[in-house]
């Protein structure tokens, strides 16, 4: 198949679970980024691919993601990725927390 290099190794990089940036995509092992947003997340056993294309270049980065993975158990194209929920010290909210 024939891609884009940066993408096919960032891809691999993905794959293998290892960091890499390369031009204007890169990956921490778990998302694929193309500049600083994200295009591809592993979420358990899925694969999420954003179905968005804010520019031209992150809509060349999606579509080859697409064709890669499409026959990858758990790959799904999805309109948004779910909100991360991030858990917060309640101390911090109320203004307990003392800076010294």
């Given amino acids: 198949m024939f891609m884009r290099k940066n993408i096919e190794t ?4 993905f794959f293998g679970g290892f ?5 204007t995509c ?3 092992g778990q998302t694929i980024y193309s500049y600083s947003e994200p295009i591809v997340k592993r979420q358990g ?3 999420l691919v954003l179905d968005k294309y804010p ?6 980065q999606i579509n ?10 758990g790959y799904r194209v999805v309109p948004s990725f779910p909100r991360e929920i991030v858990i917060c010290d309640p101390a911090w909210i109320f203004g307990e927390v003392k800076f010294k």
């Fill in 64 to 73: 080859a993601c697409k064709l890669y993975l499409k026959d990858e158990p």
């Fill in 45 to 47: 056993n899925e694969i």
């Fill in 55 to 60: 520019t031209r270049t992150t809509q060349g």
């Fill in 19 to 23: 960091p890499k940036d390369q031009d």
């Fill in 26 to 28: 890169s990956t921490d």
């Fill in 10 to 13: 960032i891809l691999n990089h």
